[in-house]
């Protein structure tokens, strides 16, 4: 009794001195940690202001912690599809919207559970990642591609950022000087398929044609698809672009004043100003100046690897996203004119970036580079047009000749 009674002593000393020793798995429970896969943080200033973000989220609460992934673009889609199918990969992904049809046919992507609406609500284009009335995505992302001219270039020649196709073309020849200035530039080459496929689909869109019909029937040898073609390839042949370089290199030539014009998606304006702060003031964004008012636009998602073990962590994360708070700071951390919801850009951002009002105004006229009714074939169908452009531009294929190549090979495709 006297023992039992010593240690009751003891522990109530022990208990009063605040001695008693808790477990450490409860006293300092580790956050979960999920891993978040996103071209964009490799990229120069962009990608720093986004794990800035992520930073914040780490910091903001103790039971999530993400680790941002990422691989080059040309590369992303075949590497992160590559691991979800082997049952691994990120908790968290981004893809473009064709790469997500893929992976959620695979069954690669999770449909995530109810996500509170925001305030200022979820943009129209979120509908796309609705499926069978579950979501399985929420927009990361959606820009299109408007004119972006070097008011000083064409100044010099005289000229004005063009409204019209034909005083674009004019503004590009005569911008256009041998070797050292070009006129204007786009993706040319097998080694980038994927952006490739967006530029020669803003010249298809613009002359208003598209790849297939509402009954997703191959459209490729049409009448205003051979006019889109013929018209890229003369811009080829006439070099008022620079042949064979990539994006990269182009964009890098652009903002060193060597190229009047570009068309592109709204995050450009920002990587000129970074790569050279002084051609801010001579940046004028006009909508496409194709006849029709059609673009390409692009539109990236947020998923779910459907093989985490961390289910309930990354739906926490995607939740945190789509909130008006995180909203704006990721439009400000992309300088982009839109993400989740029809929030608004922040005044301080447009002060900074006024071209996103421009940009703005012209996305009622984007439209998914996809083929209508064939969407799951987009990569497949891409590389068999792709492959006759080239022949086109390199080795003396008649456009009508390599168009009409493209049709049969689809249509084989489809089964049409």
């Given at each position: 009794?006297?023992a039992?009674?010593?240690i009751?002593?003891i522990?109530?000393?022990?208990?009063?001195?605040?001695?008693v020793?808790i477990?450490?798995?409860?006293?300092?429970?580790?956050?979960?940690?999920?891993?978040?896969?996103?071209?964009?943080?490799?990229?120069?200033g962009?990608?720093?202001?986004?794990q800035?973000l992520?930073d914040?989220?780490?910091s903001?609460?103790?039971k999530?912690?993400?680790?941002?992934?990422?691989?080059?673009?040309?590369?992303y889609s075949t590497?992160i599809?590559?691991q979800?199918?082997?049952?691994s990969?990120?908790?968290?992904?981004?893809f473009?919207?064709?790469?997500?049809?893929r992976?959620n046919?695979?069954?690669l992507v999770?449909?995530l559970?109810a996500?509170?609406a925001?305030?200022?609500?979820?943009?129209?284009?979120?509908?796309?990642?609705?499926?069978s009335?579950k979501?399985?995505?929420?927009?990361?992302?959606?820009?299109?591609?408007?004119?972006?001219?070097?008011?000083?270039l064409?100044?010099?020649a005289?000229l004005?950022?063009p409204?019209t196709?034909?005083?674009?073309?004019?503004?590009?020849?005569a911008?256009t000087?041998g070797?050292?200035?070009?006129?204007?530039a786009?993706?040319n080459t097998?080694?980038?398929?994927?952006?490739?496929?967006?530029?020669?689909?803003?010249?298809?869109?613009g002359?208003?044609g598209?790849?297939?019909?509402?009954?997703g029937n191959?459209t490729?040898?049409s009448?205003?698809?051979?006019k889109?073609?013929?018209e890229?390839?003369?811009?080829?042949?006439?070099?008022?672009?620079?042949?064979?370089?990539?994006?990269?290199?182009?964009r890098r030539?652009?903002?060193?004043?060597k190229?009047?014009?570009t068309?592109?998606?709204?995050?450009?304006p920002?990587?000129?100003?970074?790569?050279?702060?002084?051609?801010?003031?001579?940046?004028?964004?006009?909508?496409s100046?194709?006849?029709?008012?059609?673009?390409?636009?692009?539109?990236?998602?947020?998923?779910i690897?459907?093989?985490?073990?961390?289910?309930?962590?990354?739906?926490?994360?995607?939740?945190?996203l789509?909130?008006?708070?995180?909203?704006?700071?990721?439009?400000e951390?992309?300088?982009?004119?839109?993400?989740?919801?029809?929030?608004?850009?922040?005044?301080?951002?447009?002060?900074r970036?006024?071209?996103?009002?421009?940009?703005?105004k012209?996305?009622?006229?984007?439209?998914?580079?996809?083929?209508?009714?064939?969407?799951?074939?987009?990569e497949?169908i891409?590389t068999?047009?792709l492959?006759?452009?080239?022949?086109?531009?390199r080795?003396?294929?008649s456009?009508k000749?390599?168009l009409?190549?493209?049709?049969?090979s689809?249509?084989?495709?489809?089964?049409?």
């Open positions: 009794m006297k039992k009674k010593i009751s002593v522990s109530s000393s022990v208990l009063a001195l605040g001695l020793t477990p450490v798995s409860i006293a300092h429970a580790k956050p979960v940690e999920i891993t978040y896969s996103n071209w964009q943080f490799a990229e120069p962009r990608g720093e202001a986004l800035k992520i914040e989220y780490n903001s609460q103790t999530i912690k993400v680790k941002s992934i990422s691989y080059p673009y040309a590369s590497t599809l590559t979800l199918g082997a049952r990969g990120p908790d968290v992904v981004n473009d919207y064709d790469v997500f049809l992976a046919q695979a069954r999770s449909a559970p996500i509170k925001p305030k200022a609500g979820f943009a129209s284009y979120d509908k796309n990642y609705i499926k009335g979501r399985y995505g929420v927009t990361w992302q959606s820009t299109g591609y408007s004119l972006i001219c070097n008011k000083k064409l100044a010099a005289n004005t950022c409204k196709y034909d005083d674009f073309k004019a503004a590009a020849a911008t000087n070797t050292t200035q070009y006129g204007f786009f993706r097998m080694t980038q398929t994927s952006g490739w496929w967006f530029d020669l689909s803003n010249f298809v869109f002359f208003g598209r790849w297939t019909d509402a009954k191959p490729i040898n009448a205003l698809v051979q889109a073609v013929t890229y390839k003369d811009f080829f042949d006439k070099k008022y672009i620079p042949q064979g370089l990539t994006a990269t290199e182009y030539l652009f903002w060193e004043e190229i009047a014009m068309l592109d998606n709204g995050s450009l920002t990587v000129y100003t970074t790569g050279n702060p002084a051609i801010k003031d001579n940046l004028v964004i006009e909508k100046p194709f006849p029709k008012d059609a673009n390409a636009q692009i539109l990236i998602g947020t998923h690897n459907a093989n985490s073990k961390k289910q309930k962590e990354a739906a926490a994360f995607i939740s945190w789509v909130t008006d708070a995180t909203q704006a700071k990721i439009m951390a992309m300088t982009a004119e839109a993400a989740a919801t029809k929030k608004a850009p922040p005044p301080a951002l447009v002060a970036a006024p071209w996103l009002k421009d940009f703005q012209y996305a009622p006229n984007g439209i998914l580079v996809l083929p209508q009714g064939a969407e799951l074939a987009t497949e891409r068999i047009v492959t006759q452009v080239d022949k086109m531009l080795s003396g294929v456009v000749d390599g009409d190549a493209a049709q049969k689809v249509k084989e495709l489809l089964g049409k």
